[in-house]
């Protein structure tokens, strides 16, 4: 039932990039991506809507495929600020209605 | 903007007390909140969701006479654990959304109970 994220958790050198991948069995009305630090609550990214939408936050950015029920997080030039644990969170359709649901997680560390 | 603020921030307690945990958006109106509980290197489990002036909904293994949740206004929700015990030992964190799948949810800083 929970967005399967992969990976499940990815090391990084400074300035390198990361695709971070939200898979659900759903369908989707619409994707949220979140990070959270140890110990903090999780702060929001954005939100994709339509299918094949992409968005961007400074350099990070993100893709929503409708059809395939899919969306990535793309991290590029990451910097020591972008370690935490993404999440995806999903309005998806299930047993007649839009629940909200987490993705299972992507724990991403950037080395100096 | 979107500042939503919960409180406690850690609460210590001996088994069979009561705790209750208040989320308020300071700056803007909420419509929905939710609730989750997160254990250690796993996400987020959604445990009921409150919209201002209703019932809330609970998710599928919540007991509701267990976690009594009130949202009495648009800038206030509160989740009161009854009788607590060790195994409800755990990070609860609220989230505020001025509602629909296009607004972002506006996190708490969560709350950290321990039962002893």
């Known amino acids: 039932q929970q967005p399967v994220q992969s990976p499940q958790a990815v090391i990084l050198r400074e300035g390198e990039d990361a695709v971070i991948n939200c898979s659900s069995s759903?369908?989707?009305?619409?994707v949220h991506w979140y990070r959270q630090k140890h110990g903090e609550a999780p702060v929001f990214l954005m939100i994709?809507?339509?299918?094949?939408e992409q968005k961007g936050h400074e350099k990070i950015s993100a893709s929503f495929n409708e059809k395939k029920q899919q969306s990535s997080l793309y991290l590029t030039a990451s910097q020591l600020s972008y370690s935490g644990t993404y999440f995806c969170?999903?309005?998806?359709?299930?047993?007649?209605?839009?629940?909200?649901?987490f993705g299972t997680g992507t724990r991403l560390k950037v080395l100096a | 903007g979107a500042v939503v603020s919960q409180h406690p921030s850690r609460v210590i307690c001996k088994s069979g007390t009561s705790v209750k945990i208040e989320c308020r958006s300071l700056d803007f109106q909420a419509t929905t909140m939710f609730w989750y509980r997160q254990f250690p290197k796993q996400s987020l489990m959604l445990m009921a969701t409150?919209?201002?002036?209703?019932?809330?909904?609970?998710e599928q293994g919540v007991e509701k006479d267990k976690f009594l949740i009130n949202h009495a206004s648009l800038t206030l929700s509160t989740l009161t654990v009854t009788s607590a015990h060790p195994e409800d030992s755990s990070f609860y964190i609220c989230s505020a959304s001025q509602g629909g799948s296009n607004q972002p949810q506006h996190f708490g800083d969560g709350t950290r109970l321990s039962i002893l």
């Open positions: 994709l809507l339509k299918g094949g």
């Open positions: 759903k369908a989707l009305y619409s």
């Open positions: 409150s919209n201002e002036g209703s019932k809330a909904t609970y």
């Open positions: 969170g999903t309005d998806a359709y299930t047993s007649g209605t839009y629940k909200y649901i």
